[in-house]
Nanobody, 126 residues
Framework: QVQLVESGGGLVQPGGSLRLSCAAS????????MGWFRQAPGKEREFAAG????????YYADSVRGRFTISRDNAKNTVYLQMNSLKPEDTAVYYC???????????????????WGQGTQVTVSS
């Protein structure tokens, strides 16, 4: 099992940047594909970005591609989401997800096997 704890959310003006972090427990972090999902009020949870367990390849939703960057540091058991050029429509609770031996693109499809963090609020507003 793995436990996930997100941090780094907050209030930012449109056009600004934030960096989210997700710290994972355990000694097998490198075997987990990782992803970031988000859920806005009244909407379903949606995929934002994924990173594979092995190659470090990445995959993004069209809505964030070119603005968001996902990365991981296996030595620190941490995955990051750098968010630039933020828009009001990026406002949501952001969740970190993990599943073993998943590729970046596979992480875009939620399954019942996902481990989830508790979420961190991101609000983009002037």
């Amino acid at each position: 099992q793995v436990q996930l704890v997100e941090s780094g959310g907050g209030l930012v003006q449109p056009g600004g940047s934030l960096r989210l972090s997700c710290a994972a427990s355990g000694r097998t972090f490198s075997t987990y594909g990782m992803g970031w999902f988000r859920q806005a009020p009244g909407k379903e949870r949606e995929f934002a970005a994924g990173i594979s367990w092995s190659s470090g390849s990445t995959y993004y939703a069209d809505s964030v591609r070119g603005r968001f960057t996902i990365s991981r540091d296996n030595a620190k058991n941490t995955v990051y989401l750098q968010m630039n050029s933020l828009k009001p429509e990026d406002t949501a609770v952001y969740y970190c997800a993990a599943d073993r031996f998943r590729t970046a693109q596979e992480m875009s499809v939620m399954t019942s096997h996902y481990y989830w963090g508790q979420g961190t609020q991101v609000t983009v507003s002037s």
